[in-house]
Structures are given as C-alpha cells and as structure tokens.
C-alpha cells in the first residue's frame, strides 16, 4: 500500500478491540492509521465468556501470551459443552473438542461403535472421547504437541470474563499505536459520487474521515445498516430465541472444565464457570415466556448466590445480507447473531476480522471482487453455523412444552434436511473443506440427541468381531489409565494460570 490505509472502528466491546488488537499486530505501522472511537454512555453486551479453540489460534496469530491473558481474565479451561436435557428431560451428552476413537482400515470410528451398537455390545460412545472421559472427571491438562500420543487427540478453549478480554486487546492495541477516541457518533457523512462513507462526525463537533470503516455498534449496526441500509436476513422461523436474560453466581464446588447448556421450557440455561464467579444465563423466545418469569426461572435455578442484577438481552437470528458493503465491513453483533449456543460468538467476529485481514493483504484497493468473495465466505460461515444450531433444537423427542413440539415439527433449511437424510440412512457425516464445525461435532449432536442411522457402512464389517472387540476395549483403557493420571482442573489452573486477583475487581 502506498499510502496507510486510514481505519476506523465504530464500537468498543469484544469486537472492537479484537479488531484493532488484530489489524495493529497484522499490519506495519507504516501501512496502517487505526483509530477506534467508543462511548463509555453506550455499554456493551459483553458476549463471548466461553469460546471455542480457533481462539488460541487468533491469540497466538496477533502474539498473546495465554498464561498471562487466562490469569488477567480469570480463565478458566474448556474441553468441550454438556448438553443436559434436550433430546429428552434427563439426557446428558457433552460436544467434545475432540475426536471418538480413531480411524481403523480407513473406516470411521463411529460404524464400527453403529455395528457394536447394532449387536447389543457397544460401550457408551462417550468412553472413546479424552475430552469427554477428561471433563466428567474434572480433569485437564495441556495437549501434547506428538501427534501419536493419546494427549494430542483433543484441544481446548477457554471460558472469561468478555469485559477483562476487551480490556487486555485495548492495552494490547494501544500499545501498537491504536488511537482509542472518547465520542458518540451522531451523523455519518457519505459521499455522493458513490455512497461510501467519508467521514463520521461526533457529538463534539469533530470529523473523523477514513478509508475502511469497521462496524463494531451492536445490533443498531450505526454504519452498516443506520447509514448504507444493508439489509438483514432474519433466521427466527428457524431460532426462535429473540431474548436472554443473564446474571453472574457465586462458585460453588470445582470449577468444571466445559460449558453447561440445559433445555428449559422456552429456551436453554447457560451455566459457564470462570475463577472468579460463574457466568448464567437464560436464551429463551418471548412467544412462549414473559420477561419476568424468564427471570425468575433463572434465579431460581443458580448453584450459588446471586452476585448481581439480572441483564436482559433482546435479539433477532439472522445475519447482514452483506458483511462487507462499499468501505464499511461489519464485525461481531453488527454483522449478525446467533445465539451462543455453541459458544459461536467470538469465532464469528474472529474470522470475519482474520479474512479481512487476509484479503487486505491479497489487494491494494476495495476490488469488487474481494468484496465479492469476503462476503461469500463470512455467509458460508454463518449458514453453517446456523444448520448445526438448528440441529439442537429440531432432534428433540420433548413433548412438555410448546417451543420443542414447534421446533420438531418446523420445515428445516434444505442444506440441513439433505445432512439429516444422509445421516438417518447409514450414519455418513457430510464433512467441510472449511467451515468451524468437523465429523466429531455432528456425531456429537446426532448421537447425543439420538438421532440414529438405520445402517451403517458395510466395510465395518471387513474386521472381525474379535479383533475389533479386543481394539475397542484398548481404546477405552489407554483413554481411563490417561485421565486417572491427568490433574485436575482446579489444581492445574492455580499452577498454570491462577487469577489476578486486582482484575476480578476492575
């Protein structure tokens, strides 16, 4: 670039910060002016407390040092979500970050588990997840780095404090020169030769021009809808859930190591677990709950002593029809939402923030055609995420309220139903390129909510049943012997990383 690329970020919070921090680190401070305006009268939604692993990728890309984010941020570790009552009031599955078992003959793991199951000897699918067998015992310990020990079959996320992240990302970004401006926005100027945005003007009078806008406003999307009228493509006919109410506790027990999300009558309870409190909340939809007993649910169903008010959230599914529009790109609720039940709200403004940066680097200018493809990339992005989220709701066998009868019986996304079909048929998973969610994560949701093949691959039955009963049960004891000697995740994380103290009071 011949001239820095002069960027501006409308919006603090999560997205901001993880914007700035991210452009200040990828690009030289002689290719970049980055200025982030931000008004403490505005707050933010803070969303984000669990993450999935492709955060530890982000961090170590922009050159975060985890020990010191996770101890600042009272971290806590993650290796995977318990999904509690949602095919059916008692279920209990958890969403590993990890695989079960391993191939065999270039087989999946899971016909041969289908064939067992089919012959009344199978043991719990569970038993062949580290991750899993780890998390119901309370145990962690970092991955190994040799990718044929048992200890490198899995990975690992976090669960914060989202306002203590947007904290270190500005001390980060303002390190790198980030210029942090106090200011609300009041007007947007456009240029009337194309449309794009010139310049926003702030409540004090003053004018800040740039070349880039970044949209980290929330859901009243300031640049990318208020000032260029994007669009919005609405999901809620698919999700339901156009409401939360959340509400911090005081820990009670060990701190376990994965999300808990548990189905109530008009949504889903989240229950996350930080060194300093736990992080609750109720996602529910306003057709079928009011407000107030949304609430009063929730506080009446805490493990530990209300440490706060209840916040309320309100919210439509959906995403921007464009993410990226003339110089305006849209990052985190400006761009769209999906709920945070698979603890997707950070990944979405991760890799629209990475991708952006990629494709800055691939051009001079906004070419349409980058546009073109960026904008095709984040939507894959989110439809797909969106089809495994329906997925939770549509594989229930409920029939004690009217949301789950309503999302049994909906009209799926055809890009779904055609997954769903496959599945039911002879247990194939439809497997990505790209996109966030691998085999393992569909196994985990199908099985879990018992959505079973009628088949499975023939060529699991190439081994014989000896041999393949003597492989499985070595699986299931190097998977035991592993985690009985693994610490557990209290002891690991007061030695690895405990939590500043001076932070959980900031």
């Not at 452009?23 to 803070?46: C, D, K, W």
């Not at 790109?329 to 990629?358: C, H």
Request: aromatic share 10%.
């Amino acid at each position: 670039m011949s001239q820095p690329l002069n960027v501006v970020i409308v919006g603090g919070g999560t997205a901001g910060w993880m914007a700035a921090a991210a452009l200040s680190a990828a690009l030289a401070p002689q290719h970049r002016r980055v200025r982030l305006i931000e008004s403490a009268e505005i707050g933010t939604v803070g969303v984000g407390e669990a993450t999935l692993p492709h955060l530890r990728m982000f961090n170590r890309r922009i050159g975060i040092d985890e020990r010191d984010l996770m101890a600042k941020t009272q971290a806590t570790f993650k290796l995977g979500i318990e999904f509690v009552d949602w095919a059916r009031i008692g279920d209990s599955y958890i969403h590993p970050f990890g695989a079960y078992g391993s191939r065999m003959a270039g087989v999946p793991f899971h016909q041969y588990w289908l064939r067992q199951r089919k012959h009344g000897h199978a043991a719990p699918l569970e038993a062949y997840s580290l991750p899993i067998v780890a998390a119901r015992h309370g145990k962690f310990v970092l991955p190994a780095d040799d990718p044929a020990a048992l200890l490198s079959s899995f990975g690992y996320a976090f669960q914060f404090d989202a306002s203590l992240y947007a904290a270190y990302l500005r001390d980060f970004a303002e390190r790198r020169g980030v210029v942090r401006t106090e200011g609300k926005v009041v007007d947007v100027k456009l240029r009337g030769t194309d449309g794009w945005i010139e310049s926003i003007k702030l409540a004090d009078g003053s004018v800040i021009a740039g070349d880039l806008f970044i949209d980290c406003s929330g859901f009243r999307g300031l640049l990318i809808e208020q000032a260029l009228h994007t669009g919005y493509e609405e999901w809620t006919h698919w999700l339901p859930c156009d409401r939360a109410v959340a509400v911090p506790s005081r820990n009670v027990g060990p701190l376990t190591p994965y999300t808990r999300a548990t189905a109530r009558e008009a949504g889903w309870q989240w229950r996350i677990p930080l060194q300093h409190r736990t992080g609750n909340g109720y996602v529910y939809s306003s057709h079928f709950i009011s407000d107030d007993a949304a609430a009063q649910k929730l506080l009446s169903r805490l493990d530990g002593e209300v440490l706060g008010t209840p916040r309320f959230l309100s919210f439509v599914a959906g995403r921007r029809r464009k993410t990226w529009n003339k110089n305006c790109v849209a990052v985190g609720l400006a761009g769209g939402f999906l709920e945070p039940l698979e603890s997707t709200s950070i990944y979405l403004i991760q890799i629209a923030i990475t991708t952006l940066i990629d494709y800055l680097a691939a051009t001079s200018g906004f070419d349409a055609r980058i546009v073109d493809a960026y904008n095709r990339w984040i939507d894959m992005e989110y439809d797909r995420v969106r089809d495994f989220l329906i997925l939770h709701y549509h594989a229930n066998q409920r029939e004690d309220s009217p949301l789950w009868n309503h999302c049994r019986t909906m009209e799926l996304p055809d890009t779904l139903a055609h997954r769903l079909e496959l599945f039911r048929h002879r247990g194939r998973v439809i497997t990505y390129k790209d996109g966030l969610f691998l085999e393992a994560s569909w196994l985990a949701v199908y099985f879990g909510q018992r959505v079973m093949p009628t088949g499975y691959d023939s060529l699991a039955d190439a081994m014989g049943a000896a041999e393949l009963d003597r492989r499985t049960r070595t699986m299931r004891e190097q998977i035991e012997q592993t985690v009985a000697h693994m610490p557990t995740h209290d002891r690991f994380l007061s030695t690895y990383c405990p939590a500043n103290s001076e932070a959980a009071h900031a």
